[in-house]
């Protein structure tokens, strides 16, 4: 079953790869960027708070920008930890762009506290309709996307990184925003693909998930499509709530190690969602906890198998999607309407194992698994 199961990621790997390219070229070879009628575009940024997925999706959608031309190239600045502004700063030097002007004092985080967020909202909102000197926002994640994508401006405004953006009402379906000003990446199967993964990579009996119980929590959990992977394949999911939107980022961590110590005993894989409590500071302990009861963790976020979780679905750095996120941005400049724009791009099917981990637990990774990782860390 698994050696036929890789086989297939192989070959949808193979195809999604060519078809990427043909994007990437497509993208490249296109007409070339323009200014705004000799002015540069001015862009903004809006996150829900720090996270590591947020500063990959901005610096490949930088990378795919430069290589379309419409930033000038150049090696990206060291970044550390999970914030995007130092990225920021650097790229609103002026001569960066010939094109675009990254706004200095338009990079906006509400640092995962709900106050803050209401308050950032109103503040953007009336900046886009009054001051009126943003071209286009680049919202990051579920949190940003939901703020924006709204009838209160009409400024083009590009959603990254939203884990489910139907599901979280930022977009009405898979090809219509519902909005012209609004463009969101969607990937109908992108989660279900990492749920199946894990189950026929590693197989087990019941599942552990954490999440917070809202609709934003279990939209960024993206649960209806684990519970519908695990009606199909027929395992047990055995869940614990955690604490996601709080200002007090030490809450939010406390919480997912509660929980993580509450479900490892009644499980035998553990699957790591995106929140506030998963970060540099826990996911450390995170995995030591799995590893001393030989317990397979799978991560929603690819950075974590480099830090020891066992698995991934690989996204190469994330090149892929910047060169999909810098086309979409190219069209919307050039005047299609941002709901005009394609959001449909699937990742390819390619694994990120960690090798170390994986003989901590007993686990022995077969020929197959190996041959479909893109990223193997030992």
């Known amino acids: 079953m698994v050696r036929k199961f890789f086989a297939g990621m192989l070959t949808i790997a193979f195809l999604s790869g060519i078809l990427m390219m043909a994007s990437a070229s497509v993208l490249i070879a296109g007409e070339g960027p323009s200014t705004n009628n000799g002015k540069k575009w001015r862009i903004g940024y809006y996150e829900g708070g720090e996270y590591t997925d947020y500063q990959m999706f901005l610096a490949a959608t930088v990378r795919g920008l430069m290589e379309s031309g419409w930033v000038e190239k150049a090696s990206l600045p060291e970044m550390t930890g999970e914030e995007t502004k130092a990225l920021w700063e650097w790229l609103a030097r002026p001569e960066r762009s010939k094109y675009l002007m990254f706004v200095p004092d338009a990079h906006y985080s509400a640092d995962w506290d709900e106050k803050k967020r209401e308050n950032l909202k109103e503040e953007i909102i009336g900046r886009l309709n009054e001051k009126g000197d943003i071209d286009m926002m680049l919202a990051l994640g579920?949190?940003?996307?939901q703020d924006l994508a709204n009838d209160r401006h009409k400024v083009p405004t590009m959603v990254m990184s939203a884990s489910d953006p139907v599901a979280a009402g930022i977009v009405e379906s898979e090809k219509d925003s519902g909005r012209d000003h609004i463009h969101a990446q969607v990937d109908p199967l992108y989660w279900r693909r990492q749920v199946e993964t894990f189950y026929d990579t590693v197989g087990f009996e019941r599942m552990g998930i954490m999440y917070e119980d809202t609709v934003?929590?279990?939209?960024?959990?993206?649960?209806?499509?684990?519970?519908?992977?695990?009606?199909?394949k027929g395992f047990a999911l055995v869940r614990c709530h955690t604490i996601d939107d709080s200002?007090?980022?030490?809450?939010?961590?406390?919480?997912v190690l509660k929980c993580m110590r509450e479900i490892l005993p009644k499980v035998d894989a553990v699957y790591l969602t995106m929140q506030n409590g998963v970060n540099e500071n826990t996911i450390s302990r995170l995995v030591s906890m799995a590893n001393?009861?030989?317990?397979?963790?799978?991560?929603?976020?690819?950075?974590?198998?480099?830090?020891g979780v066992l698995m991934s679905i690989s996204n190469a750095n994330f090149k892929y999607h910047g060169l999909f996120h810098a086309g979409a941005i190219g069209e919307v400049l050039k005047g299609t309407p941002p709901r005009r724009v394609n959001m449909i791009f699937e990742s390819p099917v390619r694994l990120a194992i960690n090798l170390k981990t994986a003989k901590a637990i007993g686990y022995a990774p077969s020929a197959d698994v190996i041959i479909a990782a893109e990223e193997i860390y030992e």
Do not use: N, Y
């Open 216 to 232: 934003s929590g279990r939209s960024i959990a993206a649960l209806t499509d684990v519970e519908s992977v695990a009606g199909e």
């Open 292 to 307: 001393e009861r030989k317990t397979p963790m799978f991560s929603s976020g690819t950075a974590d198998v480099e830090k």
């Open 247 to 255: 200002p007090d980022k030490s809450e939010a961590e406390e919480s």
């Open 142 to 145: 579920t949190w940003a996307g």
